[in-house]
């Protein structure tokens, strides 16, 4: 495990985590079913609606004891009953007889249209005149026209929806089949590092941030946060950690210790698991390029760099879209296209090498034609830049940069954000 496999570009980083298998099926409460993925596809169990009901609210009748009514020569009903809400027809309806009926109303057997209460002049307790004739099947919904039984409601891999979700409720579905959320722990490494409860700051040390950021964007990705920890650079209590935390997260994250020297303990630690498969180790990514990704068993191992800008463009990048694809979620790839984007226009050059995927941090501001992005520079180090941006800007591998003016794709940290003016 001592050697560095050759560094990786993000498509190549991407590629293999679209390789990964998806995590096994559970059943789901049908009210935390909202933004899972169906674990199978889902055929309907019940016919929706399982009575015949209508749509508009007037009087259900025979629609051939309206032919040719009009308002010069209505039809006249005899009204034999009320239909109410959450209730069954009182009975069946006979030629010459109507229903007083509400729109969602059981339609009684026998009859087959619905007249609109507009075209309808009551004459008295028991006679109707109806002004307008109606064909069969108007203003009625039948048995299984909104949904029939056995039709398929979900495929495999779809993401619900709140309507997704009241379509599951609607044919009484409790429990819902979805994959399994992974579970992911999250680790800040280095001497220097201390918690944020750990009272006043020593000189030398410095807070904890990583973990907070990241176990933000596990949550966004819809990943389940479970252990959260800060470890000294000590490699015997790492590799204990990491070999406890593999009995029940499917993920590891492990903040600090990716880099090339003497006290990076990232590889040290994989050594330690003879199950271990390194599968990249570097990235051609600025920032972040010393990232390492480990198969351990059937859980996943990450190494991300410890710079706070450089761990959490990497977890937006690449950690996220594994998230995706842990839960089935195969089609999605956050770093080339997402759904929290929004199109700007670069108020200045931006260099980058070819061969290499370049992450810059960018301000909005509103303009007379849209937005700009403006560029927020400083050093991995500076939590300030993240702060003080709104997005990022890829630039891929394949480009050499952009050119001031240039219409780009924002990839917002936030769905909201407060643009400057």
């Keep these: 495990m001592a050697e560095f496999l050759r560094v990786k570009t993000v498509r190549e980083v991407l590629e293999i985590i679209q390789g990964f298998e998806a995590l096994e099926a559970e059943r789901v409460p049908l009210s935390h079913s909202y933004g899972r993925v169906m674990a199978m596809p889902l055929d309907s169990p019940e016919p929706i609606p399982h009575f015949p009901r209508a749509t508009m609210d007037g009087y259900a009748v025979r629609s051939r004891d309206t032919f040719g009514a009009s308002e010069a020569l209505p039809a006249l009903l005899e009204v034999s009953g009320e239909v109410f809400m959450g209730e069954a027809a009182p009975h069946s309806l006979q030629g010459g007889k109507a229903m007083v009926i509400p729109t969602g109303g059981m339609m009684p057997e026998g009859a087959d249209a619905v007249v609109m209460v507009e ?19 108007e203003n009625v919904i039948g048995v299984g026209d909104d949904i029939a039984a ?21 044919v009484g579905c409790e429990k819902v089949p979805v994959v399994a959320r992974p579970k992911v722990a999250v680790i800040s490494t280095g001497d220097e590092i201390v918690s944020v409860g750990d009272g006043q700051l020593p000189l030398g040390k410095v807070r904890d941030m990583n973990t907070h950021s990241l176990r933000g964007i596990v949550n966004a990705a819809g990943g389940i946060v479970g252990t959260v920890m800060v470890l000294e650079d000590d490699l015997e209590r790492m590799v204990h950690e990491c070999r406890n935390l593999f009995v029940n997260h499917d993920v590891i994250l492990l903040s600090g210790g990716s880099s090339v020297g003497a006290r990076d ?13 390194l599968l990249v180790s570097g990235v051609a ?3 972040g390029k010393p990232t390492i990704l480990a198969r351990v068993g059937k859980g996943f191992f990450w190494g991300l760099p410890g710079h706070p800008f450089s761990a959490m463009m990497v977890c937006h990048l690449l950690v996220a879209p594994m998230l995706d694809v842990l839960q089935g979620k ?30 810059i941090p960018v301000r909005l501001r509103k303009s007379n034609d849209g937005y700009m992005a403006e560029p927020v520079f400083g050093r ?20 050499e940069g952009l050119d001031r003016g240039v219409s780009v794709e924002v990839h917002l940290f936030s769905p909201t954000w407060p643009v400057q003016g």
């Design 265 to 277: 303990y990232t590889l040290k630690i994989l050594d330690h698991f003879a199950e271990a498969e």
């Design 330 to 359: 195969q089609a999605r790839h956050r770093p080339l296209g997402g759904t929290s984007t929004v199109k700007a226009i670069l108020d200045r050059q931006l260099p980058s090498v070819h061969g290499r995927t370049d992450c």
């Design 285 to 287: 990514i600025r920032p």
């Design 150 to 170: 056995g039709e398929r409601l979900f495929p495999e891999g779809w993401i619900l929806r709140p309507q997704d979700v009241a379509c599951l409720a609607a």
């Design 119 to 137: 075209y309808t002049h009551v004459l008295d307790e028991k006679t109707v005149e109806i002004t307008r004739p109606v064909a069969p099947g």
């Design 380 to 399: 991995s180090a500076m939590i300030s830049v993240l702060v003080k941006a709104d997005g990022y800007v890829v630039i891929s591998e394949h480009d």
